[in-house]
Structures are given as structure tokens and as C-alpha cells.
Nanobody, 125 residues
Framework: QFRLEESGGGLVQPGGSLRISCEGTASTLANYAVSWFRQAPGKEREGVSC????????FYADSVKGRFTTFRDDVKVRTYLQMNNLVPEDSGIYYC??????????????????WGHGTQVIVFS
């Protein structure tokens, strides 16, 4: 059984940085691509990043390119999202999501096998 747990959210000022992480409790998380999604109040959930099982293919939403970096540590069964130069529009609940296969699905929620409960990020001025 898969369980994903996010951590590391919090409050930050614009221009600041946060690193959030996603920990899996099943070693087979290492066999799947992992995506990050976010949802701001009153808005639909949107894809932020995805890293393939191998770590060689990484995708980002246009809104975060150049500012966010995702990487994985399969020994620790964790995936990370490093967020730099944060802006208020980055505020929301960030969800870790296990893809059903080892490649990224271009943020297709029908291809998500498991969701974490989310961690909140608030960027305030």
C-alpha cells in the first residue's frame, strides 16, 4: 500500500525560498514518476513539476520554470521540490502525487495513483 506524506510548507516572504518534501512509505515509490501539484484558494489544482523514475526527465509548469527544482532520493524514498524566488501567486496547498508509471503524464490527474494530503505554502508581503 502506498502512502505519501508531504512536509516543509510554511510562511515565506516574496523572494524567499522553501523546500518541501514527499516521503513514500513503500519502497516501490522508487519505481514511479512523481509529480507535484498545487491548488490555490478558489482555483483549480494545477501541475507544478514531474520527475520520471530515472530522474532523467523532468518537467515544470511555465509559471515555475527557472525558480523551482525537483529531485528525488530513492534511497530515502523521498522527492523534493525546491522553490526559490517565491511570489504570492505560488501560495496554495502543494500535493505530492505518484504517477501510475515510470514516466511523467503531463499532469494528467487520471494517471495519478496516489495523492498526499498536502502541505500549505503561503507567500505574503
Amino acid at each position: 500500500q502506498f502512502r505519501l506524506e508531504e512536509s516543509g510548507g510554511g510562511l515565506v516572504q516574496p523572494g524567499g525560498s522553501l523546500r518541501i518534501s514527499c516521503e513514500g512509505t513503500a519502497s516501490t515509490l522508487a519505481n514511479y514518476a512523481v509529480s507535484w501539484f498545487r491548488q490555490a484558494p478558489g482555483k483549480e489544482r494545477e501541475g507544478v513539476s514531474c520527475i520520471s523514475r530515472s530522474g532523467l526527465n523532468i518537467f515544470y509548469a511555465d509559471s515555475v520554470k527557472g525558480r523551482f527544482t525537483t529531485f528525488r532520493d530513492d534511497v530515502k524514498v523521498r522527492t523534493y521540490l525546491q522553490m526559490n524566488n517565491l511570489v504570492p501567486e505560488d501560495s496554495g496547498i502543494y500535493y505530492c502525487a505518484r504517477e501510475v508509471d515510470h514516466w511523467c503524464s503531463n499532469f494528467n490527474e487520471n494517471q495519478i495513483g496516489n495523492w498526499g494530503h498536502g502541505t500549505q505554502v503561503i507567500v505574503f508581503s
